[in-house]
């Protein structure tokens, strides 16, 4: 799997004009009394590791550490204001635009970051003719119960699997169920001012930890990543920026 970091500028180059660049990011914030901080973008990288580790056609940025995790800072979290990370993010997709990629995909671990990664793709593909994509990790995953929660079963189970020496007990439920966990109508979402240290910063239970299962959904994590990477690539590119004429602009 080609990083970014060792590789050269004419490497880049090469691999830009066919490949996809791949941008990952993460958090780091509080996660409970029995987890790492840095359990969203760990989490991440394992699951990049296994999806992409054999392929040669993709480059592999190191993983931005910090998102949008104010709601974590009740207890510890280095956290960045959304319009600060949507302009972050704006940014290191316009770099890739200029290093030579036309296929690019940002990777999340983290719930925080949703509505700005988002935002940002698009942006990305109305200013540039490219092919600009994102998703979360956990949402190519078939529906688990407690996935993907906060410092829960499903983010306990994983690290269990994928790196037991950081998961310490004790290991707590939260105090109440969160309100914004709670279906209270269909469709309706709703934060409350202090939920999540009223709760304890956690969603549900996190167990015992079960690596098994851990093992299992970062399994079918990887392969669903690796099929993202081959569709992006079995698109066509655009060709110049849409027109009346030719309103899909796109050729390979």
Known sequence: MP???????????DLAAHGVAVLPIGSLEQHGDHLPLGTD???????????????????????L???????????????LPPK???DVLGALLDSLVAAGFRRVLVVNGHGGNIEMMSQAVKLAALDHAILAACCSYWELLDPRPGAPGHAGSFETSLMASAHPALVRPPMHGPRELPLFDRRLVRGLHVERHGEWPRSG?????PGDG??????AALAEAAARLGECVDALLGLDLPSDD????N???AAR
């Open 41 to 63: 973008s760990l989490l991440l990288e394992e699951v990049i590791e296994r999806a992409l580790d054999d392929r040669g056609d993709v480059a592999v940025s190191p993983t």
């Open 247 to 249: 309103p899909e602009g």
């Open 65 to 79: 550490p910090f998102g949008f995790s104010g709601h974590h800072q009740f207890a510890v979290a280095l956290s």
């Open 84 to 86: 600060t990370l949507l």
């Open 201 to 205: 910063g956690i969603t549900d239970d």
């Open 210 to 215: 079960d690596a098994a299962a851990g093992a």
């Open 3 to 13: 990083r970014l970091a060792e590789m050269t500028r004419e490497q880049v180059a």
């Open 242 to 245: 849409p027109t009346p004429e």
